[in-house]
């Protein structure tokens, strides 16, 4: 197993990742403070860091899987960025 290539693709996940929360909340309603939109973006790295350590090297090269993986992270934290 190449571990080198799976780390590259594991933070090339994570920084996507980080790229669209942080997109997504600059959108957000003024009324989400600055400390809740990092609240989110904090809690949705630290879940995908969680989820990305427990996948196989096919597992992460998986595109479909990635942008499944992509879609619902963003999701979730859209909902808590909603609830506030």
């Not at 190449?2 to 669209?20: C, F, K, M, P």
């Not at 990092?38 to 597992?59: F, N, P």
């Amino acid at each position: 197993m190449n571990l080198a290539g799976y780390e590259i693709s594991r933070q090339e996940v994570l920084t996507d990742l980080e790229e669209q929360l942080d997109e997504m909340l600059s959108d957000a309603p003024e009324t989400v403070s600055e400390s809740t939109r990092k609240a989110i973006k904090d809690e949705a790295l630290a879940y995908a860091r969680r989820v990305l350590g427990s996948l196989s090297s096919a597992e992460l090269r998986s595109e479909t899987a990635r942008q499944r993986f992509m879609i619902t992270t963003l999701r979730d934290a859209e909902r808590r960025m909603r609830g506030f």
